[in-house]
């Protein structure tokens, strides 16, 4: 399995070389995409200045256009059989790519969820939880699947999956978006358990009740288009 792991990042000076250096650790063959959109934070420079090792490839937004129309950008640029989508920050530790990738690995699946609340995980804000819970519920009556965590970032799939698809979110709302159009088009898709060490406002979580809505709007949405 030769590997494409996309990272999206907004304004993650802090994380950004700890989650690189721990994704190279994983003993995959693999390149690196990241895509910066548009940090004010001194990300940019960060990215800008380091040294590299070869197989990191970094693209930049000129203006912020969030998560989905990272994932778009990435994708124009993914060479490998195999995708995972590691955010920048550090709620998800790539140590979880063995346990995301061997339903892949092992031909049974084409897509695999991380699943926060099957694994180890950081005490949760109740909205949150909620949240997370209630649009997962959603959409698994819209859908008909047994999901636990459909908002989950650690999301892995055949190249060929992912690529096949039109995605047009832009911001967080990818998740739904993409959870819906591989659900409608049957493929198979596994839940595995992951590590998951979840931020507050003040240490930097971005995704706000406002993503609620337009996650929700988006599974009416792509359940009835596509």
Known sequence: MELSVIIPVYNELHTIQEVVQRVQSQPFPKEIIIVDDCSTDGTRDLLQTTAWPPNVRILYHE?????????????????????IIQDADLEYNPSDFGVVLRPILDGVADVVYGSRFLGIHRSFMLHHYVGNKMLTLITNVLYNNILTDMETGYKAFRAPVLK???????????????????????????????????????????????????????????????
């Open 63 to 83: 203006r912020n256009m969030g998560k989905g129309a990272g994932i778009r950008t990435a994708l124009q640029a993914v060479t490998k059989d195999t995708i």
């Open 164 to 226: 096949g698809i039109k995605i047009k979110s832009n911001r967080f709302d990818f998740e739904p978006e993409i959870t819906a159009k591989v659900l409608k088009r049957g493929y198979r898709i596994y839940e595995v358990p992951i590590y998951y060490a979840g931020r507050d406002y003040a240490e930097g979580k971005k995704i706000t009740w406002r993503d609620g809505l337009s996650a929700l709007w988006a599974l009416v949405r792509f359940r009835f288009s596509n």
